[in-house]
């Protein structure tokens, strides 16, 4: 067999194995991507009215919103501007509960509770990380299957590679006549299409899988020269006091932060899970943006900043290699690039998940023709 005999062949198994895969990953994908701008749409209730008064504290927010969940965990509690409200966000892994209460920041009254884990992004997102399976199962299909989706894109293109130069137009655009059977028009959205999209869609499936697998993000952060620590670090407390006083130092620090940072777009309090651990804080400088968004630390017994040896430490201090693994959610959906990034990466989307239902339309087209020559002999 020649080099494009086994490439096409390796093309045409792989697509076959992976293709429902890569289309419900695709179109899921394709739905998410204006998540943020469709919920905008209908989520009045977290605006309130600014008052002249005081906020309720990290911690009466967390007690407030204890009495509804008593029994689940709180992951944090998000501040936002003046006429917005606080955000109490509970998560636990076994079972998976995820929800958010919302309050008032001046009265402390229950505003609404939202669960994450019901809905149609709630439903959309199961399908694109583990197509409804459980967890343990799904994430493991999926993210072999992007895997070997790059390796789809990749001799797909050496396959659209023409043999002469004259018939490369023929693969850069739709020439069709009334009298072009369907096949050949088939053929074309497959190759043409497939052509064009290939560079983003190698980019969506790449940013994907390195949120599956932290060998692959591991090895991309010291290709580019990375020095930190690629996980998520809490570091330890400097302090060894223990003793509380009737002042919580946690409850003065978003206060300390929003005067810091009056142009910051939120902070999330993380509280600390035992003595030892520092408070977390994530600030977000940027609306719908993550990767520059500072991730600080503070003793929870003398609120001294504290600095981690991850990569996910202050933006300002990051340097290359730590800024590209911090991008890769925003360059996943696009918002790398604001809405006409968004716009990009829903198109680029919605054609990958064309090119499985063109690929196998080729591949019935080929056997079914074979068939009908065969029967007619």
Same mark, same amino acid.
């Given at each position: ?28 994908? /394709? /739905?998410?991507? @204006? ?68 309050l008032n920041p ?14 149609? @992004? ?33 001799s797909g293109f ?36 497939g052509f064009y ?34 996980? @998520? ?145």
């Amino acid at each position: 067999m020649t080099f494009k005999k086994i490439i096409f062949q390796l093309h045409k198994i792989l697509g076959l194995i992976t293709g429902l895969v890569v289309f419900i990953v695709a179109i899921t994908g /394709c /739905c998410w991507t @204006f998540k943020d701008e469709i919920e905008s749409l209908y989520d009045d209730y977290k605006n309130v009215s600014p008052q002249n008064q005081p906020i309720i504290t990290p911690t009466e927010a967390r007690e407030i919103a204890k009495e509804i969940f008593p029994n689940n965990t709180v992951h944090g509690t998000l501040f936002k501007k003046s006429d917005e409200a606080i955000e109490v966000i509970f998560y636990d892994a076994e079972p998976e509960f995820y929800q958010s209460v919302f309050l008032n920041p001046y009265s402390g009254k229950v505003i609404q509770i939202d669960d994450h884990l019901s809905g149609f @992004f709630a439903f959309v997102l199961k399908g694109h990380m583990r197509l409804w399976l459980p967890k343990a199962i799904g994430e493991q299909v999926v993210g072999a299957s992007i895997l070997v989706f790059i390796l789809i894109i990749l001799s797909g293109f050496i396959l659209w590679l023409p043999k002469k130069r004259k018939n490369l137009k023929q693969r850069l655009r739709f020439d069709w006549k009334k009298t072009t059977r369907w096949k050949r028009k088939n053929f074309d959205l497959h190759t043409v299409i497939g052509f064009y999209i290939c560079s983003l869609a190698l980019i969506l499936a790449f940013t994907g899988s390195m949120m599956s697998y932290n060998w692959l993000k591991y090895i991309v952060y010291k290709t580019a020269s990375g020095q930190k620590n690629v996980h @998520f670090i809490v570091p330890k407390n400097l302090s060894n006091i223990n003793e509380k006083d009737s002042e919580v130092p946690i409850d003065h620090l978003i206060y300390k932060l929003k005067k810091e940072n009056p142009n910051a777009e939120s902070f999330e309090i993380h509280y600390p899970k035992t003595k030892e651990e520092s408070i977390y804080v994530e600030v977000s400088n940027s609306k719908g943006l993550y990767y520059d968004s500072d991730f600080r630390f503070f003793d929870q017994n003398t609120l001294e900043e504290i600095e981690t040896p991850s990569i996910y430490g202050k933006y300002k201090n990051a340097q290359l290699a730590d800024k590209i693994l911090r991008m890769n959610y925003d360059i996943h959906i696009g918002a790398i690039g604001g809405i006409a990034g968004k716009i990009i990466a829903f198109l680029v989307s919605l054609l990958t998940a064309s090119l499985p239902i063109t690929g196998v339309l080729l591949w019935y087209g080929r056997n079914y023709k074979k068939k009908k020559v065969i029967k007619s002999i």
